[in-house]
């Protein structure tokens, strides 16, 4: 199993991003195959990382194919490797992300992306009510370093049925609870990369171990499984 990114996989998709056409891909899809199985090679051997601290219920990687119905950009192809790795539902909440893409563009995420419009309430509410234990999280010197702060959507305002003076407005309005991290393609192509990157998901737990709590329990902290 390949525990490294082949460096293919940049050199490709820098041609692909000038040639993004049918015509192009048809002609060099052997080597995009043969490309992509070392990818999915290199995105399973992150699961089996993961497996060892984690509960992966699910690995995805996503399609070069790009939906183009409803998109400005009509461009056929994605340039990138795109991978998610879902937890254990119900009790475990969260998800990674792992994003190949040259020209420094790699990144890696984990958090909330779309929380449906209950977990988003209950989230809210927690942090009205007491928003300490997520600030020791974001705050911690080891989970900063790593993470940095929150990234992704939020309100203007507060949302209806908040104040906007609460101490804890800025946690209260957002949308997502996301965090990023970047990477080189020099990083990227490191042979330690997945394991960095595997290290960096271990460090997102004291995140995800409240907000799954959060999420399978209500205000009085009475358990809803």
Partial sequence: MTNTVPKE?????????KNNNRDWFNEHKPEFKAIEVKAKAAYNYLGELMATHD???KIKIFRIYRDV???KNKLPYK?????????????LRGGYYLHIQPNNESFIATGFW??????LLRIRKEFEMDDSEMRDILNDKTFKETWGS???DELKTAPKGFNKEHSAIDLIRRKQY???????????LEDDF???VNEAFIKIRPFFNYMSDVLTTNLNGESLL
Wanted: charged letters at 35%; a positive charge; hydrophobic letters at 25%.
């Fill in 194 to 196: 997945l394991n960095n």
């Fill in 79 to 91: 340039t990138h490797f795109g991978g998610s790795y879902s937890r254990k539902k119900p009790e």
């Fill in 150 to 152: 929150f990234t992704g």
């Fill in 9 to 17: 996989i940049f050199t490709f998709f820098k041609k692909l991003e």
């Fill in 55 to 57: 509960q992966i219920e």
């Fill in 178 to 188: 996301i965090f990023l991290k970047k990477y080189s393609d020099k990083e990227v």
């Fill in 69 to 71: 119905r409803f998109s």
């Fill in 114 to 119: 779309n929380p449906n419009k209950e977990d």
